[in-house]
């Protein structure tokens, strides 16, 4: 089992940035690759960024490359979300997850087994 927290959520004007964080508990943090999705009122929930328990790859959605970057400390058991050039449309609440490492970065939703409780983030115009 393993319990993931985010945190770092807020409310951020347009252009702005802001770093999300989860920290994970349980079993050992460097078996599993990590994820980040969002889901926004109405929609479904949708993947943003990934990346390998080495961290030597990862994976960003069309929409964020270019602005967000991801990373991990494992000797913290974090993984951060760094959001830059923020706009209206980012707007969602953001999960943190975990899956077994295959050895490639996963994403699709299928391919994590542990999921954080969530992190609103809010973008103004």
């Known amino acids: 089992q393993v319990q993931l927290v985010e945190s770092g959520g807020g409310l951020v004007q347009a252009g702005g940035s802001l770093r999300l964080s989860c920290s994970a508990s349980?079993?050992?943090?460097?078996?599993?690759?990590m994820g980040w999705f969002r889901q926004a009122p109405g929609k479904e929930r949708e993947f943003v960024a990934a990346?390998?328990?080495?961290?030597?790859?990862?994976a960003l959605a069309d929409s964020v490359k270019g602005r967000f970057t991801i990373s991990r400390d494992n000797a913290k058991n974090t993984v951060h979300l760094q959001m830059s050039s923020l706009k209206p449309e980012d707007t969602a609440v953001y999960y943190c997850?975990?899956?077994?490492?295959?050895?490639?970065?996963?994403?699709?939703?299928?391919?994590?087994?542990?999921w954080g409780q969530g992190t609103q983030v809010t973008v103004s115009s």
């Open positions: 997850a975990a899956g077994n490492d295959r050895g490639f970065v996963l994403t699709a939703r299928g391919g994590y087994d542990y």
């Open positions: 349980g079993r050992t943090f460097t078996r599993y690759g």
């Open positions: 990346i390998t328990w080495s961290g030597g790859s990862t």
